[in-house]
């Protein structure tokens, strides 16, 4: 493994950390507020989605198969990787995704 990816690997594996970390405190509240529990949820939801990207790109890190696009199979722009290590898909097709998200 080259040691850009060892450093990303790395990397990846500290930002996992630190989401379960903050994770695990947030499963924990004092008092109980709705407005409080949505916001706790919402962030949940936020970390949640991001530890799963992580492990994604982790998995595809080790199968060899990280920088391409899951959707459209081109390879993934190195300064999109490099400012947003846990893409999984190129911006043109990470824009659709969000667009469609959005509707929603
Ligand atoms: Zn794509």
């Known amino acids: 493994m080259a040691s850009h990816e060892t450093s990303l690997q790395r990397y990846l594996e500290q930002e996992r950390a630190r989401l379960h970390g903050t994770l695990s405190t947030m499963g924990v509240h004092g008092h109980y507020s709705v407005s409080l529990e949505l916001e ?33 199979q081109g390879s993934i722009n190195p300064a999109r990787l490099q400012a947003f290590p846990r893409a999984t898909a190129c911006i043109a097709c990470q824009r659709r995704l969000e667009q469609h998200l959005d509707r929603h």
């Open 40 to 72: 706790r949820v919402a962030m949940m939801s936020h970390f949640a989605s991001q530890l799963v990207q992580i492990d994604h790109a982790l998995r595809k890190l080790k199968s060899g198969s990280y920088g391409v696009c899951e959707v459209c």
